[in-house]
């Protein structure tokens, strides 16, 4: 058992790390926080304080509420791409067959690519309308016109790169959890004669539902955040999330004050969201 000596000692070891990773975390955010407060335009040298009148602004943005249409949409139907999407590849990888290892070697490999690069392949070489893998597709069926993605679906186009990314990380999370499933219930359904259905519905589901809640918790913190994908296709303000909505309000209209009170609101948001899913995966884990 420690003593009031050693736990005093590592406490003043750890101290310096907590202060640069306190400074880290929260500086910027003071910074944040007080610029919100400011009319701070790089186009004007009117520079004062503003009070809540930034809130305001973001609030009654004409993108705003269409911004935060998109960002549901474009969590929720990557959320449940991914989840059913990998629950499928998961029981398929579980299976044995020649290759195995080299497929989940392959599966789990866009995880790994950097979002600026795979939404540049999936912009010039997938989708794009003359020279893409899907226009030649369409051509070969009798297409005439091929579908432009990013002007006629831009959000869609999005969702599918972003769950195109998102999908290995599920299916390793989920594909492990498999693993760990007890090969004698297994044994026992078969013996009391459940089919594939009844096996899956009533072993494997259960058995995954506290992986899929990790798996909803982790990726909604980082889908709230995405902005390569909009940015690299030119989705823009068709397909934009609150994420760039404050890109664009310190891009475009140069307004720094009003770009910090929509990055604190975005973030207000996420934790709120962040909150309520922790809750939920606790819960989850203690049942």
Do not use: C
Not at 86 to 97: E, K, M, R, S
Not at 179 to 192: G, I, N, P, R, V
């Amino acid at each position: 058992m420690a003593t009031t000596h050693s736990q005093r000692l590592g406490r003043w070891v750890l101290a310096p790390s907590l202060a640069v990773l306190s400074g880290w975390a929260f500086v910027p955010l003071v910074i944040a926080i007080y610029f919100s407060f400011l009319r701070y335009n790089l186009q004007s040298d009117n520079t004062g304080w503003i009070g809540l009148n930034n809130f305001y602004y973001f609030f009654t943005d004409p993108y705003f509420l269409k911004n935060l249409i998109n960002t549901v949409l474009l969590v929720s139907f990557t959320l449940a791409t991914t989840v059913i999407g990998g629950v499928f590849l998961a029981l398929l990888l579980d299976q044995p067959f020649w290759g195995r290892g080299v497929v989940r070697i392959l599966m789990i490999s866009p995880f790994f690519i950097m979002p600026t690069v795979s939404s540049l392949v999936w912009k010039n070489l997938i989708m794009h309308p003359v020279f893409g893998l899907f226009a030649a597709i369409q051509t070969y069926f009798g297409v005439l016109q091929p579908l432009d993605w990013f002007a006629s679906a831009p959000l869609l186009s999005v969702t599918i790169i972003v769950s195109w990314q998102w999908l290995p990380y599920a299916t390793l999370i989920l594909l492990t959890a498999l693993q760990s499933l007890d090969e004698e219930q297994k044994d026992a359904s078969e013996m009391d004669g459940a089919g594939p259905i009844a096996y899956f519905r009533y072993i494997v589901l259960p058995h995954l539902a506290r992986p899929i809640a990790v798996v909803v918790l982790i990726e909604t913190i980082f889908l709230l955040n995405i902005f390569a994908e909009i940015k690299v296709t030119s989705a823009g303000g068709f397909a934009g999330n609150l994420t760039y909505l404050v890109f664009s309000d310190l891009n475009d209209s140069n307004d720094i004050g009003e770009a910090a009170a929509g990055g604190l609101v975005a973030v207000v948001l996420a934790n709120l969201i962040s909150y309520f899913l922790v809750r939920v995966v606790g819960k989850n884990l203690e049942a």
